[in-house]
């Protein structure tokens, strides 16, 4: 077998020459990164529940950006948590928007290396036109279309927002310990409000199924706890 000394050669240059690139590419990012700082906090939106109360609630995939130029950008998770890293020293313009919640721009300063923090509360949207409080529901499948067509909401000014058992049960829907937990109360401010607007007999008339309210209800907090 013969051996080609020279296209060997070439390979071999060729490697060095890639890996060499690699280190250079590495070096420029840790040197762009050295002396930069991050930014981390919490976004909560206070959502209007009945005409005169409000519920503050993380925002879930609240939009924040920057004017650094930098594509700096980034969405909040599920317990409405953010960071935005790699930013340097100095003046940051941040703007924070959700749909429904009035965008609130900010300007920060970071005067050194190293982490801060941010707690942001946005308002609903002025503009926008009320909405009739929300009560949350679980209810079977075959209760679910009377649950909506009950004199109930109209007679007392309400929304429903219904969750079906056996959807929760094969995954279809999805209601999380932390959703839940923002329904009743949720909930519970907007059953102060019917015991002040109108007495206790709207109780008679709810329909079963209202989170918070009826003991059966409280029962299918399981079905949340077995989402995938």
Known sequence: MTINHSTTLSQLKATVALIAAIII????QAQQ????TSLYGRVIGLMPVTPCDT???PLSHASITTDTGRG???????AGYFMLDSLRPGKHHLIFSYVGMETLDTTVILHRQGDYQLFVRMNADASSDPQPPLLTMLVPRDKMQMTIDSRFWEQYGLRCGIYINESLADGSQRLTPTGFAYAIMSNFI??????????CRWRADAPHGIIGLDATAGLDIDLCYRQR
Do not use: P, Q, S, V
Not at 25 to 28: E, Y
Not at 33 to 36: I, K, Q, Y
């Open 55 to 57: 519920l503050a609630i």
């Open 25 to 28: 590419c590495m070096t420029a």
């Open 72 to 78: 700096h950008g980034t969405l909040t998770d599920e």
């Open 190 to 199: 907007i059953f102060d409000y019917l015991d002040r607007t109108f007495g």
């Open 33 to 36: 990164t050295h002396g930069c």
